[in-house]
T-cell receptor, first 112, second 113 residues
Framework: QQQVKQSPQSLIVQKGGIPIINCAYE??????FPWYQQFPGKGPALLIA?????SEKKEGRFTISFNKSAKQFSLHIMDSQPGDSATYFCAARSSNTGKLIFGQGTTLQVKP | DGGITQSPKYLFRKEGQNVTLSCEQN?????MYWYRQDPGQGLRLIYY???????QKGDIAEGYSVSREKKESFPLTVTSAQKNPTAFYLC????????????FGPGTRLTVT
């Protein structure tokens, strides 16, 4: 079964720090890698996404780094703020079925 | 106001009862999805539908049923056969074809006692 492994499970940083969340996948038949942000009791919201032909994508304070040969991708949050405290999910979309396979999630706490 | 709506936000049922969760979208999206979220397990796909009157099982379809009679609506029924139904249920939709991001509704928290 296709899998996406996400780490760490939880992360605590000080305001202004740069939390990094890592994901690794086991199947090469993925064509799109989104990250979602979820606040407690809410649905996940699309944050940023990357395609495998790009090594890095930046949107505001959020950056995705993608290493196709290592089958790994990561999310960096620059100048993190307490309002960034949330659960973050990486995902990979199957090019065959269009389904998203999600990582297990990372709960981020940014301390003031 | 466009988007995906799920109702109700909280739902309580007694064990042994079937319950139907509503999901409606006015985004004109072709594909719709149901996920279940449990603490520490991420999102797991229950059922999905690419077009009206067609749907496929996801990874954890046992104990659930769906219908897709209209493009805008994709209700999920949690049957009494689902052994552990208490969870946070999320509906999502995506425009059809090869591209398109998947957008989520606000979720329904189901508690069965």
């Amino acid at each position: 079964q296709q899998q996406v492994k996400q780490s760490p499970q939880s992360l605590i940083v000080q305001k202004g720090g740069i939390p990094i969340i890592n994901c690794a996948y086991e199947n090469t038949a993925f064509d799109y890698f989104p990250w979602y942000q979820q606040f407690p009791g809410k649905g996940p919201a699309l944050l940023i996404a990357i395609r495998p032909d790009v090594s890095e994508k930046k949107e505001g304070r959020f950056t995705i780094s993608f290493n196709k040969s290592a089958k790994q991708f990561s999310l960096h949050i620059m100048d993190s703020q307490p309002g960034d405290s949330a659960t973050y999910f990486c995902a990979a979309r199957s090019s065959n079925t269009g389904k998203l396979i999600f990582g297990q999630g990372t709960t981020l706490q940014v301390k003031p | 106001d466009g988007g995906i709506t799920q109702s109700p936000k909280y739902l309580f049922r007694k064990e042994g009862q079937n319950v139907t969760l509503s999901c409606e979208q006015n985004l004109n999206h072709d594909a719709m999805y149901w996920y279940r979220q449990d603490p520490g397990q991420g999102l797991r796909l229950i059922y999905y539908s690419q077009i009206v009157n067609d749907f496929q099982k996801g990874d954890i379809a046992e104990g659930y049923s769906v219908s897709r009679e209209k493009k805008e609506s994709f209700p999920l029924t949690v049957t009494s056969a689902q052994k552990n139904p208490t969870a946070f249920y999320l509906c999502a939709s995506r425009i059809g074809g090869a591209g398109g991001e998947q957008y989520f509704g606000p979720g329904t928290r189901l508690t069965v006692t």
